[in-house]
């Protein structure tokens, strides 16, 4: 990982807790006591995740807006402040988390969102990083979602279904395990204790990430609060969110909507990544494969004759009197005549 924590928190007790926990995740930090100072923090650059205490009646979710793009953040607040708790997630926050947390899950969830960053980069090492900005969520963009009963105490089909696709602009999923969801919701607040049961929860996510259809779903796990070590592991298995309390509606839907928003940047990039391997390999104006393409392929295919004694044979072809067309008509009319010829060789061979 590049970068390292910003903690930006007050308090020194709660401060020097959260320390402890983030070196015993072996995890490289900066603190910030000051809020006022965060902000030119952020700037200097090198923070991979923001730490950001709330501040009393959310005087600090201002500094959502000042962190670059690239750097997410998980908002710590009071207990029973379930207002503020929306208010930091519509204000572009990955996450939001007791002031106390509970430490393995809070190391998870760190782990977790560096390694969806450090993904990002690797996809589009040139984009802006796993946050699309930290503006407020705007409008969802439409899906398919499943929800999906994780446990044999929780019940099926789920009643909310309807409504949670209802209110994401969504549709709901099928069967179709090819296709798969957009969003995964895996809902296992039913479950009593915590890894007994919690056990069919990541047997689920491990099934679910193991489907081609499901592989790049973004997943969201909905858990009781005393499955913290559930949650904990379901985060270092690939789960893109977790839920560990009981929860206002609209808090599921905001998280819901960020995964399906950033889930959306994901496609993007990846088809944006697929579109430019394909033209590495492509002449631009013929779309048939180039010298890139054509030596390596042509050793495997030398060296797949030599293992099953199959003849090889290499056709090549030259256009009669090409120059003259360029030199009478222009280079615009032979670019015509190469994408022509092309076209024609494709349609008439494998």
Do not use: W, Y
């Not at 999923?173 to 296992?188: C, E, H, I, K």
């Not at 893109?240 to 889930?263: M, P, Q, S």
């Amino acid at each position: 990982m590049s970068g390292h924590i910003l903690i930006v928190e007050g308090d020194p007790s709660r401060c020097a807790r959260l320390q402890e926990a983030v070196r015993r995740a072996h995890l490289p930090l900066e603190v910030c006591a000051d809020p006022a100072r965060a902000p030119a923090r952020l700037r200097a650059g090198g923070a991979a995740l923001l730490l950001l205490d709330a501040g009393e009646g959310g005087a600090n979710l201002s500094l959502l807006e000042a962190r670059p793009a690239n750097v997410p953040a998980i908002v710590l607040v009071p207990a029973g402040e379930g207002a503020l708790r929306l208010a930091a997630l519509a204000r572009g926050a990955e996450d939001v988390m007791p002031r106390e947390p509970r430490e393995r899950l809070l190391q998870a969830r760190l782990r977790s969102l560096l390694r969806a960053r450090e993904a990002q980069f690797d996809l589009a090492p040139a984009a802006t990083g796993l946050a699309e900005g930290a503006s407020p969520f705007e409008a969802a963009p439409t899906g398919r979602i499943a929800v999906i009963a994780a446990s044999s105490s929780a019940m099926a089909p789920h009643a909310a279904l309807p409504d949670l696709a209802a209110r994401l602009g969504c549709m709901e999923a099928t069967d179709d395990r090819d296709s798969g969801p957009d969003l995964a919701v895996l809902d296992a607040h039913a479950i009593r204790g915590d890894l007994e049961e919690g056990a069919q929860v990541l047997e689920h996510l491990a099934a679910l990430r193991a489907r081609a259809g499901g592989r790049h779903a973004a997943t969201l796990v909905l858990l009781p609060e005393e499955a913290v070590q559930t949650a904990a592991l379901a985060l270092d298995l690939g789960a893109d969110d977790v839920v560990t309390a009981c929860v206002a509606r609209d808090e599921v839907i905001l998280r819901a909507r960020a995964l399906l928003r950033r889930k959306a940047q994901a496609d993007r990039l990846r088809r944006g990544l697929r579109s430019q391997l394909e033209a590495a390999l492509r002449d631009p104006l013929t779309g048939l494969h180039n010298r890139r393409h054509a030596e390596p392929e042509l050793r495997r295919l030398m060296a797949e004759g030599r293992r099953t004694g199959r003849p090889l044979a290499l056709m090549l072809v030259d256009i009669d009197h090409f120059k003259g067309v360029n030199d009478r008509h222009g280079h615009a009319a032979g670019d015509r005549v190469l994408a022509e010829v092309a076209r024609r060789l494709r349609s008439r061979l494998r």
